[in-house]
């Protein structure tokens, strides 16, 4: 297979999520009866155990509570860590293969949010991409259009693997054919592909293509030290392709030497955006006692044991 690349930098992003799902929602037809909308009412279990009028002539209204005052920063608050990680799959993308079924992409927390492909089985949903795979292009650094499905009897699948970045082929409809690469190895993720489209044609897959290594290390911040002036504290995931963990320790070390307070926090098994519900809570704890140390002016609940901060902290501090 032949593959072009163009060197656009941004492309639009497509809307077939948004219209897929106004396909799965909305009701086929406006002029339902009262008898359909009590079926799809039943469907979702909305039965109402009692008219309205039972309902507020018979219950009693709830007691009020006690106000309570705490602290600013030490309450108990109703959004748990799983809550604020969004510890339930997350949809990246949808197509249709040719024989009509829904074929979708999904972000797995319990697995450090490896991108798996999903298509509709007869009876249950079936796994496309291998474990030792995942499905994620960096293009734009967050990505965008990291799979396409052609549109022949072939069901030929393209897709970008998250951890070398390289362009892989695989046929859905034979179980037993591994997923193949089609683009160079450059032994990192030096260029990005995104957002491809068929050329049944000329037998062709045509793609979005970014970066090339150099420009990634000349946007790099750590070219830009000299510009710091403010404390600065850094949270790296050992697992990041896009923000490698040596350009967070290069940094690190350069601003320690240069004498501004700063602090490192690495995670492991973290990626370009952290999962796991504890690294979260850690993450939005440790940003709240940084800013409170280093600009004051508030106190922090006492059981948030503070990190060391680097040319801050003193041996009686510390």
């Given at each position: 297979?032949?593959?072009?690349?163009?060197?656009?930098?941004?492309?639009p992003?497509?809307?077939?999520?948004?219209?897929?799902?106004?396909?799965?929602?909305?009701?086929?037809?406006?002029?339902?009866?009262?008898?359909?909308?009590?079926?799809?009412?039943?469907?979702?279990?909305?039965?109402?155990?009692?008219?309205?009028?039972?309902?507020s002539?018979?219950?009693?209204?709830?007691?009020?509570?006690?106000?309570?005052?705490?602290?600013?920063?030490?309450?108990?608050?109703?959004?748990?860590?799983?809550?604020?990680?969004?510890?339930?799959?997350?949809?990246?993308?949808?197509?249709?293969?040719?024989?009509?079924?829904?074929?979708?992409?999904?972000?797995?927390?319990?697995?450090?949010?490896?991108?798996?492909?999903?298509?509709?089985?007869e009876?249950?949903?079936?796994?496309?991409?291998?474990?030792?795979?995942?499905?994620?292009?960096?293009?734009?650094?967050?990505?965008?259009?990291?799979?396409?499905?052609?549109?022949?009897?072939d069901?030929?699948?393209?897709?970008?693997?998250?951890?070398?970045?390289?362009?892989?082929?695989?046929?859905?409809?034979?179980?037993?054919?591994?997923?193949?690469?089609?683009?160079?190895?450059?032994g990192?993720?030096?260029?990005?592909y995104?957002?491809?489209?068929?050329?049944?044609?000329?037998?062709?897959?045509?793609?979005?293509?970014?970066?090339?290594?150099?420009?990634?290390?000349?946007?790099?911040?750590?070219?830009?030290?000299?510009?710091?002036?403010?404390?600065?504290?850094?949270?790296?995931?050992?697992?990041?392709?896009?923000?490698?963990?040596?350009?967070?320790?290069?940094?690190?070390?350069?601003?320690?030497?240069?004498g501004?307070?700063?602090?490192?926090?690495?995670?492991?098994?973290?990626?370009?955006g952290?999962?796991k519900?504890e690294?979260?809570?850690?993450?939005?704890?440790?940003?709240?006692?940084?800013?409170?140390?280093?600009?004051?002016?508030?106190?922090?609940?006492?059981?948030?044991?503070?990190?060391?901060?680097?040319?801050?902290?003193?041996?009686?501090?510390?």
């Open positions: 297979m032949a593959v072009l690349t163009s060197s656009l930098t941004r492309f992003s497509s809307s077939s999520l948004s219209s897929n799902a106004r396909r799965l929602f909305l009701s086929p037809s406006s002029s339902s009866s009262s008898s359909s909308i009590k079926r799809r009412f039943n469907l979702f279990s909305f039965k109402p155990s009692r008219s309205l009028a039972s309902m002539s018979s219950s009693s209204s709830p007691p009020l509570q006690e106000k309570i005052t705490a602290p600013y920063g030490s309450w108990k608050s109703p959004m748990t860590a799983d809550i604020v990680s969004g510890s339930s799959k997350r949809l990246g993308g949808t197509a249709v293969d040719s024989r009509g079924r829904l074929v979708w992409l999904e972000s797995r927390p319990n697995e450090s949010g490896r991108g798996v492909l999903v298509v509709e089985g009876k249950e949903p079936i796994d496309i991409t291998p474990k030792e795979l995942a499905v994620r292009t960096l293009t734009q650094e967050y990505g965008g259009g990291a799979f396409r499905i052609s549109s022949s009897d069901d030929l699948l393209v897709f970008s693997n998250y951890k070398d970045q390289r362009l892989y082929k695989q046929h859905i409809l034979h179980k037993d054919s591994p997923p193949k690469p089609i683009t160079p190895d450059y990192s993720p030096a260029v990005t995104a957002d491809g489209v068929f050329d049944a044609r000329f037998h062709r897959y045509i793609t979005v293509r970014e970066g090339e290594e150099k420009d990634f290390y000349e946007r790099s911040p750590i070219n830009f030290v000299d510009r710091f002036s403010c404390p600065i504290i850094l949270f790296q995931g050992l697992e990041d392709k896009v923000v490698t963990p040596d350009q967070s320790r290069k940094i690190y070390q350069a601003l320690k030497e240069k501004l307070p700063v602090a490192l926090v690495e995670y492991e098994g973290e990626q370009h952290f999962r519900a690294n979260i809570k850690y993450t939005l704890e440790q940003q709240m006692v940084f800013f409170a140390r280093v600009v004051g002016g508030f106190q922090v609940a006492d059981d948030i044991s503070p990190l060391k901060i680097d040319n801050f902290d003193t041996s009686s501090d510390a």
